[in-house]
């Protein structure tokens, strides 16, 4: 380089003559000529390419170390594994060669990652009102005490960047439909379209390009909300870029500060609320203003808000001999007169409900045990198997579903069943609730109990009275002062003993 400088110098502003060059330099004639006309700055120097003991072994050795770097750093190979099993296979070069290669492959898979490999993308711009993002991320907080793992959905608005988290412990349709539900309540309208990755829960098969086979009873709820749902490309999550970035940032600003809650009740309103305070302390970063001055913008472009999609997940079951259907590992009992008949239950984020000939027969609050470790639970309402016990009065003495009575009810059939055939008497006072309201029942045996005559009959006088409105213990009446006594009453029997004999004037009705 700094050869060629001095000849170009000596040549074009000297003017020395190329035979003095060649003198000075002891370059031949020819190589300055060469030089000079090319007017080349910068000589280059062509690398001879020689074939290298390794190229058979490239093609392999690419891939092993495409393998290695998706594992985690303790399991990898080490470059003096590889070199061994390359040698394995034939290879006859030294480790240097290999560790060259291995450091030339990994620069340029950084340089791809880093320039090509993110790829090229084009900012886009949403309207007001025009769309949604959804998606789920899991993160952890400790709810009644023990740390739990939760699903949690982000629902953002495209063009105000308003968001919300609902955390669920499940990402299931009814889990689904309830975080759309809540995100359209807080939003006050719904977008036009709603973009989403191709979640099992809404896709059921991705097709080529973009035809995706969409879930039944997603697409239900999507007509319920009048928006069209759009599915990304798979792995192309920069097509909902605005939602992946509210995971990452939302786990910073709220969700690594939470608190202990009671139960998911009460996180969930407390990430409604930290979530509209983000929008009133967050710039927009496009538009002036906050995302909560640029949402009460839009909410004049949103849709209202039709009344709330029933989001359930039915499914058919069969009850049991025993009055119990299963779910989710957990038994809950259902009324006797649908023993052994098919029934369909329906699944809500946090009931059960179980339908049969048109009607509602029960619901129970949904019991989601995430461990396995635990045993499984099963969920009695006594009520279900009166009509059992009214057959079969000698189970209330150990049934399961009547451990769990109401406290008065326990303490009275502790007293009856002292007796012969109070067993009976008790199925009977129980089977009161089917015909009476239970607190008025259990109001009844109440009073007995602290009257002292825990009795079938006394119950039963109670209960009437009480439902006829009418007093249920003796009132104190103060007599009027004419019926006041003004000479006291004496114990004289004497006059009976005329009753006994006959006397002088004194007649007795035959």
């Known amino acids: 380089m700094a ?56 093609e392999k050795l690419s891939a092993w170390l495409k393998t290695e770097a998706g594992k985690s750093r303790k399991g990898r190979r080490t470059l003096k594994q590889i070199h061994a099993d390359l040698v394995a296979l034939g290879y006859e070069g030294s480790y240097g060669r290999v560790a060259a290669f291995a450091r030339e492959w990994k620069s340029d898979r950084q340089r791809e990652e880093q320039s090509a490999g993110r ?41 105000s960047r308003a968001f919300l988290l609902r955390a669920y412990l499940l990402q299931t349709h009814e889990m689904l439909f309830d975080a759309h539900r809540h995100a359209f309540r807080v939003f006050g309208g719904v977008p036009r379209r709603g973009i989403y990755d191709n979640m099992k829960t809404a896709v059921d098969r991705v097709g080529s390009g973009k035809a995706r086979q969409v879930n039944a009873r997603f697409l239900a709820m999507t007509s319920h909300y009048v928006f ?12 909902k870029g605005q ?26 309103a407390w990430l409604e609320q930290r979530c509209i305070e983000q929008w009133e302390r967050t710039p927009h970063g496009t538009l002036p203003g906050t995302v909560a001055e640029v949402w009460h913008a839009e909410k004049t472009a949103l849709m209202p808000t039709p009344p709330a999609f029933d989001g359930f997940v039915e499914q058919s079951k069969r009850v049991s001999p025993t009055c119990l259907i299963s779910f989710e590992r957990n038994r809950y009992s259902v009324p006797a007169s649908f023993a052994n008949r098919p029934v369909s239950l329906r699944i809500y984020p946090d009931r059960l409900m179980v339908a049969a000939e048109g009607q509602i027969v029960c619901e129970h609050p949904r019991m989601i045990q995430r461990s396995h470790k635990l045993p499984p639970r099963t969920i009695y309402d006594w009520r279900h198997y009166l009509a059992v016990i009214q057959r079969k009065p000698g189970a209330l003495r150990n049934g399961a579903p009547f451990a769990e009575l109401p406290e008065a009810f326990r303490v009275l059939r502790h007293h009856l069943l002292k007796h012969p055939g109070g067993d009976r008497e008790m199925v009977e006072i129980l089977a009161l609730v089917l015909q009476h309201d239970e607190e008025a ?10 009257a002292g005559v825990p009795t079938k009959t006394h119950v039963l006088n109670l209960l009437h009275r009480l439902i006829d409105e009418r007093p249920t213990g003796t009132p104190e009446v103060a007599p009027p002062t004419g019926l006041a006594l003004l000479e006291e009453p004496k114990a004289n029997v004497e006059r009976y003993d005329g009753l006994r004999g006959p006397k002088p004037g004194v007649r007795h009705a035959s």
Not at 119 to 142: H, I, K, M, N
Not at 228 to 239: Q, S, V
Not at 441 to 450: F, I, K, Q
């Open 3 to 58: 050869l060629l400088s001095v000849i170009r110098r000596w040549a074009l502003r000297d003017q020395l003559s190329i035979r003095e060059i060649a003198r000075r330099t002891g370059l031949s004639r020819n190589t300055i000529r060469k030089y000079l006309r090319s007017g080349t700055v910068e000589p280059a120097f062509r690398v001879p390419e020689r074939p290298s003991k390794l190229d058979p072994y490239a």
């Open 228 to 239: 069209e749902p759009e599915f990304c490309n798979p792995a192309a999550g920069w097509e």
């Open 243 to 268: 939602v992946e970035k509210n995971v990452q940032d939302a786990r910073h600003l709220i969700l690594q500060l939470m608190p202990d809650f009671p139960d998911l009740a009460a996180l969930n």
């Open 119 to 159: 790829g090229t993308f084009v900012p886009l711009v949403f309207q007001p009102g025009e769309a949604f993002q959804f998606d789920w991320s899991e993160d952890w907080a400790t709810v009644a005490g023990e740390n739990t793992k939760l699903q949690v959905a982000h629902i953002k608005l495209s063009h």
């Open 441 to 450: 029942v259990l109001c009844a045996v109440e009073l007995a109990l602290e």
